[in-house]
């Protein structure tokens, strides 16, 4: 039997403890792990391996293909092509030289600008006379035609002449395998800021045009691609190294002979006074006249692809037979290059898979022409690492504050925000953002918190039904683990009713049993009493030998707590009727004798401490309090006044439609100084409404106030009328009570 001054507790057990200190640690675990991601995010972003570039890439790709450049439909660059066609009409390749000074030669009088041979013409023409006249000891008969022959110009000099009638700008390529110096560029360089050969594309050496070629063109560039790692070529550089020399590509000499400038400004980092935190940043710009190109770091431009479109071309045969229209190439830059399958010059673009490659030079003149550039910030990776930052942070710090759903929503709106920002900027300037590695890396960390708040909210939800499960019942238990925040812990106040339930003469009913019969007896009675509880919502605090002691209204929330209580009191009771009942048949059918069993309920109600009370190595989910121990005093009073149920005067008040009868209106329980009302429940609402209990309470009224009178017949009057109208009712017996009383009148009496 619980005592004055005892608190109701029930103990967490070790594995308990373990999740609660788990549930201590978890906020820095959830910092941890989020600060985790985001970093792996970044040093990824940093180092930008090939996967990671590789995404970026491909959303660039895909907003080219869904905007790509409008080609100008005068196309101010022509390609003169070596397709199928051209070697079917005039042969295998390679031509001899001699046809393309031809081609040259009719280019310039159609007016055309200027012309760039996408080619490397660095050995002499095997079709030349010289060059046929060293092959006579293969075929003496042809002796006298071949000295004939070597008395006419090499066909290297027939183009060299043939490039003297318009600017030509011949192709060079950088060598990684030869140390060769190319000679000087024609083009000269005006340079602001940091040296561009630091950061453009370097090779050990070159591979150039026959020196007589070399002479006569109006500039040699470079030819060289640099792709990505997929083999999709998204820029084209506009300066190279080669062996220490800095050199302009084919596509930015056609543009500079064309204009008729003779100088290139170059602009790197540092070349506006400002360096970018004292980092050398690259090349930023290239100059050719007005016109202003903007580069990436190392020297290239961004190419802003047009659709493929056949007018932009004309095949080389036509030009020899002089079937083309001379209009068509009055004033424009023209390329001269193969888009023969067995030539080998076929390139990958963002829009196509397969393009010839001087197409892509061209276009990128096209582009120059134009200023329709595609332009990489230099604060672009910057600003994606600072949303990647700013936007993980803000998702991770919602999951922690308002769970999941709003983190998605907060994160989602983010999300869009960043990628509609990316293509408007796209769409409208050309600037190239990357939305996706951000937004992924936003995701991941979105992915971890949540994944981190589930394991918590299982956990919670593990820990609350293992915490709960025998004390409270199983659809307590699943509200709690569905909101276990309903579970404050740590201590709060709160009303909450108390239940203090004891067995009578336990001493006398256990007397002869051993322990192993006393421990059935007491499972067997105790199991119903204990499902009435969890039944009507309560909470069982402990079990403490033949006593049981439950409360209502913690730690799931319940406004009715005390009817909940009266209700799940009177419960027991008649579970008490129906356990005698079996106990006295089975007796009967044995032959032994039946001993009833009687237990006397406490209820009251007031305000409690209710939370974990201990240590960090042990501790409880205790009530404490006055109401408490007041509770456990009605109780003991249940053997004074034999009424089964008794309750406090604040129960009695908070259950106002339950049937009770005041039994004192200034008790005085032991150890308490306080007096306390005390009224005996006798039955539920229906009881309370009956018409028997309107005579039963009119009885009993008369019947204290025959007491207070000291008019013991008149007294003992009503407590005969009292017993009549409590049999009429199907309520619990008042024999207890009126005993009570009667024995007080016997006893003045003598």
């Known amino acids: 039997m619980l005592t004055a001054g005892a608190k109701a507790s029930f103990a967490f057990d070790g594995e308990q403890l373990s999740n609660n200190v788990m549930t201590f640690i978890r906020p820095p675990l959830h910092l941890v792990v989020t600060a985790a991601v985001l970093a792996l995010a970044l040093a990824l972003r940093i180092f930008d391996p090939s996967p990671v570039a590789r995404l970026r890439l491909s959303i660039f790709d895909s907003y080219l293909n869904l905007k790509p450049r409008e080609a100008d439909p005068s196309f101010p660059v022509r390609i003169v092509d070596i397709d199928e066609a051209s070697l079917a009409k005039v042969g295998q390749w390679p031509w001899p030289r001699s046809e393309l000074a031809r081609i040259i030669e009719r280019l310039a009088d159609a007016g055309a600008k200027t012309v760039a041979i996408d080619l490397i013409l660095a050995e002499p023409d095997r079709l030349s006379p010289e060059s046929l006249s060293r092959q006579v000891h293969l075929r003496s008969e042809l002796a006298p035609i071949v000295a004939e022959l070597a008395t006419l110009p090499s066909n290297d000099a027939v183009l060299a002449r043939a490039m003297t009638r318009i600017p030509v700008v011949l192709g060079i390529a950088g060598d990684a395998s030869s140390a060769r110096k190319p000679r000087p560029p024609k083009a000269s360089f005006a340079i602001a800021g940091d040296d561009p050969r630091l950061f453009v594309p370097a090779f050990a050496g070159a591979i150039e045009p026959l020196p007589v070629l070399a002479e006569a063109s109006a500039a040699n560039g470079a030819v060289n691609w640099l792709p990505a790692a997929d083999q999709i070529v998204r820029q084209v550089p506009l300066l190279v190294s080669l062996h220490d020399t800095l050199v302009p590509t084919l596509s930015l000499e056609a543009l500079r002979t064309g204009m008729g400038e003779t100088t290139a400004f ?77 030539l080998l010059d076929l390139r990958a673009t963002p829009l196509a898979a397969s393009v010839p490659g001087v197409e892509v030079h061209a276009q990128a003149i096209e582009q120059m022409l134009s200023g329709e550039h595609l332009i990489r910030p230099a604060l672009a990776t910057g600003a994606e690492i600072l949303f990647l930052l700013a936007a993980g942070a803000l998702v991770a710090g919602l999951i922690r504050r308002s769970g999941p759903l709003m983190a998605a929503a907060i994160g989602a709106v983010a999300i869009a925000s960043v990628s509609a920002g990316s293509w408007i900027a796209f769409a409208k300037a050309g600037l190239l953002f990357d939305p996706v590695y951000p937004a992924l890396s936003v995701l991941a960390v979105y992915l971890a918190g949540s994944l981190l708040s589930f394991i918590k909210t299982e956990t919670d939800r593990i820990r609350v039904k293992r915490a709960f499960g025998h004390y409270l019942a199983a659809p307590l238990v699943e509200e709690l683990a569905a909101d276990p925040s309903r579970l404050k812990l740590g201590g709060e106040t709160r009303d909450v009713t108390l239940l203090f339930a004891d067995v009578r003469g336990f001493s006398r009913l256990s007397e002869g049993m051993d322990a192993e019969t006393l421990i059935r007896f007491v499972n067997r009675l105790f199991t119903p009493l204990s499902e009435t509880i969890l039944d009507h919502r309560g909470t069982i605090d402990k079990f403490m030998g033949d006593a049981v002691m439950a409360f209502w209204n913690a730690p799931i929330l319940e406004p009715a707590h005390a009817a909940s209580a009266c209700r799940a009191a009177l419960a027991m009771q008649a579970e008490m009727d129906r356990l005698n009942r079996e106990d006295a048949a089975q007796k009967a059918a044995a032959g032994e004798p039946h001993r009833p069993i009687r237990i006397g309920i406490g209820l009251n109600t007031g305000p409690c401490c209710v939370g974990n009370v201990g240590s960090p190595q042990r501790f409880d989910y205790s009530v404490l309090g006055d109401a408490v121990n007041v509770a456990s005093r009605i109780e003991d009073t249940t ?26 209106t200034a008790a005085r329980l032991r150890g308490k100084e306080r007096p306390e009302r005390l009224f005996a429940l006798i039955g539920d609402e229906a009881v309370a409404t009956a018409p028997g209990f309107a005579t039963l309470s009119k009885h009993y009224a008369a019947l204290q106030s025959a007491l207070n009178d000291k008019n013991w017949k008149a007294a003992a009057t009503e407590i005969d009328a009292c017993r009549t109208a409590a049999r009429e009712l199907t309520a619990l017996p008042l024999d207890g009570l009126l005993d009570y009383y009667a024995a007080g009148i016997s006893r003045t009496n003598d």
């Open 266 to 342: 170059v602009r790197a980092s540092g070349g506006s006074g400002v360096r970018a935190f004292g980092q050398q940043t690259g090349v930023e710009t290239v100059r050719v006249g007005d016109i202003v190109l903007p580069t990436a770091g190392d020297g290239q431009l961004w190419l802003n692809f047009a659709r493929h479109d056949p007018r932009r071309s004309v095949s080389a045969h036509k030009i020899l037979d002089g079937t083309f229209d001379p209009k068509d190439f009055a004033g424009r830059h023209i390329l001269i290059g193969a888009s023969a399958t067995g």
């Open 639 to 664: 053997k004074i006044y034999g009424a089964p149920i008794i309750a406090g005067e604040r129960t009695a008040k908070e259950a106002a439609g339950f049937a009770f009868l005041e039994i004192e």
